[in-house]
DNA sequence: GCCGTGACGGTTGAC
DNA sequence: ATGTCAACCGTCACG
């Protein structure tokens, strides 16, 4: 059954995507179902833009290239490119906002917060990305930036970011998907 | 041509 | 163990 859409009902889009090839174009990756864009670059559907990328657009942005630019130098959409930057400008954090999770947990995020970043100091081995506490971003990146005073952001963002990307690979190694990636990564030629 | 925005299909994770 | 649901994601296309 169709709702009625806002105002101008967008666009009931067709089945879906890419009308030129008629097809989604999907490109094999050790991490599952890569596609590509109009742009020719590949995202994952549902899924935050890698980091590097993120960091590359606010990058660009800060050294006065304009975001249409930017869109089509990293082959990422224009609407995405202007989300980034807004969302950086308002919050001062390139990270994407917590995905999951269910409501009663903004009740509890007040409380749990401080046990969330004791948790990840005393498990510095538990990645923040995949443990699903990757949400340091938007408003809790304003408090602590409240709370220490001004600092985080670049070095702190880097910091963290060079962290998880370290832990990441070391924890990839043990992991299944670490093995499978492995495989996948020697079975290519 | 550029950019803000909303629909869309998708993923995630607490409950 | 499984399902539900509300959050988020990036792309696409409109205006």
Not at 9 to 38: D, I, K, W
Not at 118 to 140: A, F
Not at 142 to 147: A, G, L, M, P
Request: glycine letters at 12%; hydrophobic letters at 30%; one cysteine or more.
């Amino acid at each position: 059954t169709t709702v009625l859409f806002g105002k101008a009902m967008m666009r009931p889009t067709l089945a879906h995507n890419y009308p030129r090839t008629g097809f989604p174009l999907e490109v094999s990756s050790p991490l599952g179902q890569g596609r590509v864009n109009q742009l020719g670059g590949v995202f994952i559907n549902g899924r935050p833009l890698p980091n590097h990328i993120r960091h590359q657009i606010v990058e660009m942005a800060h050294h006065g290239v304009r975001p249409c630019v930017i869109s089509r130098q990293l082959r990422v959409s224009h609407g995405c490119v202007s989300k980034i930057l807004c969302r950086y400008q308002e919050t001062g954090s390139i990270r994407p906002g917590a995905i999951g999770g269910s409501k009663s947990k903004q009740g509890a995020a007040a409380d749990g917060e401080k046990r969330i970043e004791e948790y990840k100091r005393d498990n510095p081995g538990m990645l923040s990305w995949e443990t699903g506490t990757y949400w340091r971003s938007g408003s809790i990146s304003r408090i602590v930036r409240c709370k220490f005073g001004g600092k985080l952001e670049e070095e702190e963002e880097e910091e963290v970011e060079s962290k998880e990307l370290e832990e990441s690979e070391r924890r990839a190694k043990h992991s299944i998907e670490g093995i499978l990636g492995d495989r996948c990564k020697r079975a290519l030629p």
